[in-house]
C-alpha cells in the first residue's frame, strides 16, 4: 500500500513520513523504507500497543493528536533520522 501510494504520488520513498496505528504497518513503512510514527493514541488502539511496538524495534510513545503536527513537522525535517520513531 505505502509503494503504491509513493509511486502513484511520485514521492522517493525516503521522503516518506507514515502515522501508523498498527504493528502490521509499522513493519509494512520499515518494509518500504520509510520512517515512521508509531501512534497509540486513538481510541480503537488496545492497551499493551506500546509494549508490542516496542518488542518489534518501534517506539509508541506518542498518545494525543496534539503531538501529530509536530511529529510530522521533526520528521520531515529529518529529525528522526533513519530511525523509526
Same mark, same amino acid.
Given at each position: 500500500?505505502?509503494?503504491?501510494?509513493?509511486?502513484?504520488? &511520485?514521492?522517493?520513498?525516503? @521522503? =516518506?513520513?507514515?502515522?501508523? %496505528?498498527?504493528?502490521?504497518?509499522?513493519?509494512?513503512?520499515?518494509?518500504?523504507?520509510?520512517?515512521?510514527?508509531?501512534?497509540?493514541?486513538?481510541?480503537?488502539?488496545?492497551?499493551?500497543? &506500546?509494549?508490542?511496538?516496542? @518488542? =518489534?524495534?518501534?517506539?509508541? %510513545?506518542?498518545?494525543?493528536?496534539?503531538?501529530?503536527?509536530?511529529?510530522?513537522?521533526?520528521?520531515?525535517?529529518?529529525?528522526?533520522?533513519?530511525?523509526?520513531?
Amino acid at each position: 500500500m505505502y509503494l503504491f501510494a509513493a509511486e502513484t504520488l &511520485g514521492v522517493e520513498l525516503a @521522503r =516518506c513520513l507514515v502515522v501508523e %496505528d498498527s504493528i502490521a504497518g509499522l513493519n509494512a513503512a520499515r518494509a518500504a523504507d520509510m520512517k515512521a510514527i508509531a501512534f497509540g493514541g486513538a481510541s480503537h488502539i488496545p492497551s499493551g500497543y &506500546g509494549a508490542s511496538a516496542g @518488542r =518489534c524495534g518501534h517506539h509508541a %510513545d506518542h498518545e494525543t493528536y496534539d503531538e501529530l503536527p509536530g511529529l510530522v513537522e521533526a520528521g520531515v525535517r529529518g529529525d528522526f533520522g533513519d530511525v523509526l520513531s
